[in-house]
T-cell receptor, first 113, second 116 residues
């Protein structure tokens, strides 16, 4: 079955700490992977994506993610959290047919001062 | 540059009422989507339209109908609303369907629907 799993529905960090949001995908989906961010009462904004090429992908707002095929993972990181990073984050993968995105259940990131 | 525009943004319906959510994109994209977002469930695909003139069911199509009116517009209709359809609905679009590299899906701002 095609699926995307986000480990941890809620992650809390202190301002300045490392942010690590985990995402694993089923091996049956093609390796086209995305991270989206959703601020309260807003739509989804693309943070970064992996399609082909370099496995370390840099996105907006200082986020990056590494595609690891052997681990079927695409974890999102940021070296130093900022209060403005508090939001919900979604990992997504293109489905096998290439017609739509399959989403994980989301991880809410809280940042405390 | 408006991108993907959805209307209305907020709506309260009574059980059994019908309504249509409107979506338009100005990016000349071929593919359009309707997702619903529920707490703890992520986003689930309701229907999609790979190109003008075609529509296909997604993961949760029951209780919904769609119309791809033209290349720009893709509407979602609830014929007889039920409390289980209380959700946030997102329209999205994409330049092409398939696995083309760099083919990002862009989302609208969402429509908050409550069925009482």
């Amino acid at each position: 079955a095609q699926s995307v799993t986000q480990l941890g529905s809620h992650v809390s960090v202190s301002e300045g700490a490392l942010v690590l949001l985990r995402c694993n995908y089923s091996s049956s989906v093609p390796p086209y992977l995305f991270w989206y961010v959703q601020y309260p009462n807003q739509g989804l904004q693309l943070l970064l994506k992996y399609t082909t090429g370099a496995t370390l992908v840099k996105g907006i707002n200082g986020f990056e993610a590494e595609f690891k095929k052997s681990e079927t993972s695409f974890h999102l990181t940021k070296p130093s959290a900022h209060m403005s990073d508090a939001a919900e984050y979604f990992c997504a993968a293109l489905n096998q047919a290439g017609t739509a995105l399959i989403f994980g259940k989301g991880t809410t990131l809280s940042v405390s001062s | 540059n408006a991108g993907v525009t959805q209307t209305p943004k907020f709506q309260v319906l009574k059980t059994g009422q019908s309504m249509t959510l409107q979506c338009a994109q100005d990016m000349n994209h071929n593919s359009m989507y309707w997702y619903r977002q529920d707490p703890g469930m992520g986003l689930r695909l309701i229907y999609y339209s790979a190109s003008e003139g075609t529509t296909d069911k997604g993961e949760v199509p029951n209780g919904y109908n769609v119309s791809r009116l033209n290349k720009r517009e893709f509407s979602l209709r609830l014929e007889s609303a039920a409390p289980s359809q209380t959700s946030v609905y997102f329209c999205a679009s994409r330049r092409l369907t398939g696995k083309a590299a760099g083919n990002t899906i862009y989302f609208g701002e969402g429509s908050w629907l409550t069925v009482v």
